[in-house]
């Protein structure tokens, strides 16, 4: 493996020793991982408000499990803040990691040149009083100042956003000594001189979390360097560069504020998904690429596409063309994607990490299909009509297939089987396989005659019985046909102990809970993979929701380490009935992209959004959705603040 890095200016290197302040997470519920507090660092930052130092400094989201810093507190040596002189980069990818092909070589290779060339300028709120200082003293260079004078041969650095004026560096907090600049030891900033982002086999990994997505970033006045044993965990690393990389608008240039730092980061979670619903309300393939965007730089690593539903049909089938004809919303291009549009999304989301999950849901949420084979339909027309079954959409929102026609198990099947051809190396389908609505069936002579010869009665359990066939014989069946995992919504409240489906679906279906939360602890511990949707349903959340996602609880109490196995993550709905084109973005990403950082490590629960003066998770929250600008999404803040694209 031959290895190329690029130098810049030559500097004599500051060593440093490094103490950790931010533990890594844990994997027992009753010792979740937690935000640590000042009280345990005094002397770093923040030591007279209590906020947490390193989430103060290291504005990251999500915050890394391990972050090691210098500091005073440690009596160890600081380099004080770098430039990053240049755009360029290096990417070595070794054998073994992600075949070393040439494909990946260039997919870290874009994601890394992006990282060191675009960038946003985010300004909080100003504060005046005991201000969180940029440099506590001898913790971050060699001590705090309010202007030039005060560091001798070196200069006061401040950085352009706590800037307080033109002809003030400082804001009036002298009673406080409370100086909010660092004495450099140059008068200009010193630059940094190499970047390497290396992928090979054989590097130690994070010892927690999934570390098959963990990587280690550390930074010297030598270089930065990121290492990782895959490419998806290089390209967590270069995600988490981009933001470390602050955007001085006062020099024109990136600064990395911390040097030394070394990261050490895995997320807990393997499943770290996002929702989409584009039946209720097409939403445009650009919005949806800037979507795969910022999920990348959130760490959210399963795009779940929920295409089709019972309001329109936009898949533009191989199979079955005449769906998305007849079923889209103005039957025309204008509301499709075509072939050309899926390869497109799932192209992005290959390019950014992101396993893309396609979503067929049947046999309910059909009614589009309806539109072009109506013979196909359970012959319960007159039923939905006056039933009203579902007042929160609409009755026909759940519109059943006939499970007892063949060219309808025939359809399913088929479309399953392309859109899991479509995904490429994501590993799961899904089959949907929720609200089937029996009065429906039972409004079928067909499929009563049918029920009642199969199953013996028309009871409840019995239309149950039939469901539970379709979901395993139809849709299940289709997705290991195609070498796929299924993935369906909870079927029942009782989880696995509801006796007609108890052994009936394949033993690594994976299940969304839903419905209860107390099916997620049950479904795991009988050794079924699952994932927890129930706190993350954005829709009708206000603009506060965020601090709800962030706090949600995603591992059950009381389950053993090797059921907590189970528990894949979380993932965040974002359900079109109240969201489409032009708000997708302030109304799912606003609050949904809080719940990345719950995916990546669970945080504890927080008594609030941050302080008064705005320290600590919102604050850090805020200067992660100014980042996604970046990507061209227009995220509203949560908190007053400015936010401009720089580069």
Not at 22 to 34: E, L, S
Not at 97 to 106: P, Y
Not at 173 to 186: E, I, K, M, Q
Not at 374 to 380: A, F, L, R, S
Request: charged share 15%; hydrophobic share 40%.
């Amino acid at each position: 493996m031959q290895k190329l890095v690029l130098r810049w200016a030559p500097m004599v290197a500051i060593l440093a020793r490094l103490v950790v302040l931010a533990p890594a997470a844990t994997t027992t519920p009753a010792d979740r991982p937690y935000k640590p507090t000042g009280s345990a660092t005094a002397g770093t930052l923040n030591d007279t408000t209590g906020a947490d130092p390193v989430y103060d400094a290291i504005n990251v989201w999500p915050m890394p499990t391990t972050v090691s810093l210098c500091g005073a507190a440690a009596d160890t040596a600081c380099a004080g803040p770098h430039l990053l002189a240049s755009p360029n980069v290096t990417v070595t990818v070794g054998a073994g990691c992600g075949g070393a092909s040439a494909a990946t070589q260039a997919q870290l290779q874009a994601l890394a040149n992006e990282a060191v060339t675009a960038g946003t300028s985010f300004k909080p709120s100003p504060r005046t009083y005991n201000e969180a200082p940029y440099a506590a003293a001898d913790a971050f260079c060699s001590k705090r100042c309010t202007q030039d004078s005060d560091c001798g041969a070196g200069s006061c650095y401040v950085p352009s956003e706590r800037r307080w004026s033109t002809a003030d560096a400082c804001g009036p907090s002298a009673a406080y000594s409370a100086g909010c600049g660092c004495c450099t030891l140059a008068a200009t900033l010193p630059a940094i001189p190499t970047i390497a982002v290396v992928c090979r086999t054989g590097v130690d990994r994070p010892a927690a979390g999934n570390n098959e997505e963990g990587y280690t970033l550390e930074v010297t006045v030598a270089g930065v360097t990121i290492t990782a044993a895959t490419a998806s965990g290089v390209a967590h690393g270069v995600a988490t560069l981009a933001q470390l990389l602050r955007y001085d608008t006062d020099l024109k240039a990136h600064v990395l504020d911390w040097v030394p730092l070394k990261i050490e980061d895995a997320p807990r979670y393997s499943w770290r998904g996002y929702m989409l619903d584009t039946s209720r309300h097409f939403i445009p393939v650009p919005e949806i690429l800037q979507l795969l965007d910022g999920m990348y730089a959130a760490k959210l690593n399963i795009f779940h596409w929920h295409i089709v539903d019972s309001p329109s049909f936009p898949m533009d089938s191989a199979s079955h063309p005449e769906l998305a004809q007849q079923g889209s919303w103005s039957r025309s291009a204008s509301t499709i994607y075509s072939a050309a549009d899926l390869a497109a999304v799932v192209k992005r989301a290959t390019d950014r990490f992101v396993h893309v999950v396609f979503e067929i849901d049947t046999p309910a949420h059909t009614l589009a299909i309806g539109k072009a084979h109506p013979e196909m339909m359970t012959d319960c027309w007159e039923w939905m009509a006056s039933a009203r079954y579902k007042t929160d959409v609409d009755s026909d929102d759940c519109m059943a297939l006939d499970p007892t026609n063949s060219a309808a198990r025939q359809m399913v099947a088929a479309l399953l089987g392309e859109v899991a051809a479509l995904e490429g190396a994501s590993p799961f389908v899904h089959v949907g396989g929720d609200e089937v609505k029996f009065p429906c069936w039972n409004a079928s002579a067909t499929v009563a005659k049918h029920v009642a010869a199969t199953y013996g009665d028309l009871s409840t359990e019995s239309f149950a019985r039939l469901q539970a066939e379709w979901t395993a014989n139809v849709s299940c069946a289709a997705v290991a046909a195609a070498g796929k995992r299924p993935v369906l919504w909870q079927p029942t409240t009782m989880g696995p102990g509801d006796p007609v489906w108890d052994g009936a679906l394949p033993r690594d279906a994976v299940y969304m809970i839903w419905l209860n939360a107390e099916s997620a602890k049950s479904y795991a511990t009988n050794g079924s993979d699952v994932v927890y949707t129930t706190p993350f349903y954005v829709a009708g959340m206000g603009g506060s929701g965020w601090t709800h996602v962030y706090n949600a609880q995603i591992m059950p109490d009381g389950l053993t380490p090797a059921q907590q196995a189970h528990v894949l993550g979380g993932e965040v709905c974002m359900w079109g009935e109240t969201m489409g084109a032009g708000n997708v973005f302030e109304r799912g990403f606003q609050i949904g992209a809080a719940a990345a950082e719950n995916f990546w490590r669970e945080v504890s629960p927080t008594p609030g959004p941050g302080s008064a003066a705005g320290l600590g998770t919102a604050t850090r929250y805020n200067a992660f959705l100014c980042h996604l600008q970046r990507y061209g999404l227009a995220v509203p803040p949560v908190m007053p603040s400015d936010c401009e694209v720089a580069v």
